[in-house]
């Protein structure tokens, strides 16, 4: 029996190497698009990336947070956290809405709150509007919580 070439093991990937300045420009605008919701072809698989669009939170918890929260104050607070220049800045707007909880026996598995700020007040939100409404992953949120 022979060994044809497709019984060989498959090559790895070469690593690509960027030789000119235009692909590593263009890997900057991805990642700018990425943060600014934007949509943006995907360097990696080369698949164009639906950008970020807002959608009113209306579902979240039995206490119906995104139905308190009126859409225009949603829309400013979505709008101007995808205006943030950076992640950090992004992560840092992320975090003003969470709030470490004293840990007390009563609340002993409440250990974060979520509010956002309407018109000097703050008003309490779920864990799940933060993530529905910034359209951030549950994981970006534990990262900030440690
Ligand atoms: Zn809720």
Request: hydrophobic share 30%; glycine share 4%; proline share 5%.
């Amino acid at each position: 029996m022979s060994l044809s070439a497709s019984d060989s093991p498959p090559r790895k990937r070469p690593r690509k190497v960027y030789i000119n300045h235009t692909e590593c420009k263009k890997r900057l605008n991805v990642r700018a698009s990425r943060l600014s919701g934007d949509e943006y072809v995907s360097a990696w698989s080369g698949k164009e990336k639906p950008g970020k669009k807002f959608a009113r939170v209306l579902r979240c918890c039995s206490e119906k947070c995104g139905t308190k929260i009126p859409e225009p104050v949603q829309l400013l607070k979505f709008e101007s956290f995808y205006n943030e220049k950076t992640k950090e800045l992004q992560d840092a707007s992320l975090a003003s809405c969470i709030k470490k909880v004293p840990s007390s026996p009563v609340f002993r598995n409440k250990q974060w709150c979520y509010h956002l700020r309407v018109s000097g007040n703050e008003r309490k939100v779920c864990r799940q509007f933060i993530i529905k409404l910034y359209q951030v992953s549950e994981k970006r949120i534990r990262v900030i919580q440690h």
